[in-house]
């Protein structure tokens, strides 16, 4: 008989949960009083979205990340729907661009101005009409641009390419309709070439996403699924609902057999939905519940038992709605892997919450940061429709770190244009720094037409880019904790680019020392 240790050695195991102060968070945010069982939000690292009331339609709030503290009651909106807004959605290759689907049957493009909206935004740029119900749900395809997944309440999921002329698309490119009731949730999985779903009848299904034909479907009677989740590369599935005896639970099963789950875990007999996330660099999961204060976190591996209990955070404040910054936004000097926006409807509140991993080092953590999907897209929307399959675009979150993938596609819309003032220019002494046969990063301010090669190529400019921020869109400190924040961020730039000093001095060195060998070898002879 085998022995197993109680504990298990993980850098994740002592992860704590960091909410932000009382000037860091966003106050008197006026968030919607549906009942829909969804995030309700949305973010990305220049704005953080969430759905409002609003009289005579729907309509949403787009607030700059940077822009905390008492929101003005008469803050513009997003507002064009005729119906409530059930879902938003930030594209993931464009941090400018949101898609949201309403009870008025349709699906709306927005295109988010850089300058703060002076007034309400009502003007869209695509509208795509094709569901006969309420829409209830929008995702984004993970590696392949331009590509929208839709479901409605007339148990259709519709797919939608949005690089065409039209305002308004009336046709989607391909419907899947093996569905008998409402569609509960959507995954991808990494290089989305798998769609997985859950419906109100219970049972999950994998679906491939081109055909819409059902790959696997899970009949399992003891665990009725509202919420299913991709695990990354490891062929498996999460989901989330209730036992037989109504217990809010878990089960997590194998992508290639659906009959029986791997393992099963009740949680509490409380009523809300459980809303799981998962982080595909550490393999950590975040199980959130709505109408709960806390954040469990687990730890999944391939072996049993698969998921390992690591603590949760605890709060007062009931959440109505979660949202999650993507890794390219997180501080990594301080050691934040995954940071939620709790909405907090009984204060009006949105709460940033922090988890972070302790660390005495100031110094880049390598370890908990491996590289991680980017924001460009890995292939057109054409090249996935004819079949292709790609992992996403890798990046490394090392503050002025360039991309780990081949260069993306060619743009296929135009966008604003993008200046900064003259004293922002590059420093004559990057050109030493550049790679040997690289071309230096080329200025902000040339006047180009306003390809959205030029939002792409962002990301490969690390020199004006820290985690996922803009410097030129940086705001001044407003607390002494942002100030000193900054200026650790400034110290630990200035010890990075010493000791990239240190290495250029000590590559010269060993080619000086390779040419007087060679000089002293060939006269030898």
Not at 263 to 285: A, H, K, R
Request: charged share 25%.
């Amino acid at each position: 008989m085998s022995w197993h240790p109680q504990y298990r050695s993980s850098k994740f195991r002592h992860v704590f949960g960091k909410p932000a102060s009382k000037e860091n968070c966003y106050d008197s945010v006026p968030i919607t009083h549906s009942v829909h069982d969804n995030h309700f939000c949305a973010v990305n690292p220049h704005f953080i979205a969430v759905v409002t009331e609003c009289a005579g339609g729907g309509a949403f709030l787009v607030i700059p990340l940077h822009q905390t503290g008492k929101l003005d009651p008469h803050f513009p909106k997003v507002c064009g729907h005729r119906g409530n807004v059930l879902d938003i959605k930030w594209n993931p290759f464009d941090d400018f661009e949101i898609a949201s689907c309403s009870e008025d049957t349709t699906i709306k493009i927005w295109d988010i101005p850089k300058q703060l909206l002076s007034r309400n935004l009502t003007t869209f740029r695509k509208e795509l009409v094709g569901h006969s119900r309420r829409v209830g749900l929008v995702e984004w395809h993970p590696t392949a641009a331009n590509i929208l997944f839709s479901s409605g309440y007339d148990y259709k999921v519709m797919v939608w390419k949005l690089d065409t002329k039209e305002s308004v698309i009336k046709s989607p490119v391909r419907t899947i309709d093996c569905h008998q009731d409402v569609i509960l949730s959507m995954s991808f999985n990494i290089n989305g070439s798998l769609l997985a779903t859950t419906c109100k009848d219970r049972k999950i299904r994998i679906i491939d996403p081109r055909g819409g034909t059902v790959l696997k479907e899970a009949n399992y009677k003891g665990h009725r699924a509202n919420k299913v989740l991709f695990l990354g590369n490891m062929k498996k599935l999460l989901s989330t609902g209730t036992s037989r005896w109504n217990n809010r639970q878990m089960a997590l099963w194998d992508q290639d057999n659906l009959s029986v789950p791997l393992t099963e875990e009740d949680l509490d007999g409380s009523s809300g939905v459980l809303f799981p996330f998962y982080d595909v660099d550490t393999n950590m999961l975040y199980v959130v519940g709505k109408g709960d204060g806390n954040i469990r976190y687990y730890e999944v591996s391939s072996d049993k038992p698969h998921l390992n209990y690591l603590t949760e955070y605890r709060s007062y404040h009931p959440q109505k709605g979660i949202g999650v910054m993507p890794k390219r936004g997180l501080d990594v000097s301080s050691c934040e892997i995954f940071r939620f926006y709790k909405l907090i409807t009984t204060k009006s509140l949105i709460e940033p919450v922090s988890m972070i991993v302790p660390r005495r080092s100031e110094s880049y953590q390598e370890d908990i940061y491996p590289p991680t999907a980017g924001a460009q897209p890995s292939m057109t929307a054409q090249e996935w429709l004819s079949g292709v399959n790609r992992g996403p675009h890798l990046v490394s979150l090392r503050p002025g770190s360039e991309l780990l993938s081949p260069q993306p596609h060619p743009p296929e819309r135009p966008l604003s244009n993008f200046s900064a003032p003259a004293s922002l220019r590059a420093p004559d002494w990057m050109d030493n720094l550049a790679p040997e046969g690289g071309q230096r990063p080329s200025s902000l301010l040339e006047e180009k037409p306003p390809h959205r090669a030029t939002e792409h190529r962002l990301e490969e400019k690390k020199a004006w880019l820290t985690n996922g921020f803009d410097v030129f869109e940086c705001p001044p400190p407003k607390t002494e904790n942002e100030l000193l924040q900054m200026f650790y961020r400034q110290q630990e730039e200035i010890r990075r680019l010493r000791e990239l000093l240190t290495q250029r001095e000590v590559q010269a060195k060993q080619l000086e020392l390779e040419i007087k060998n060679l000089q002293t070898g060939s006269g030898r002879f």
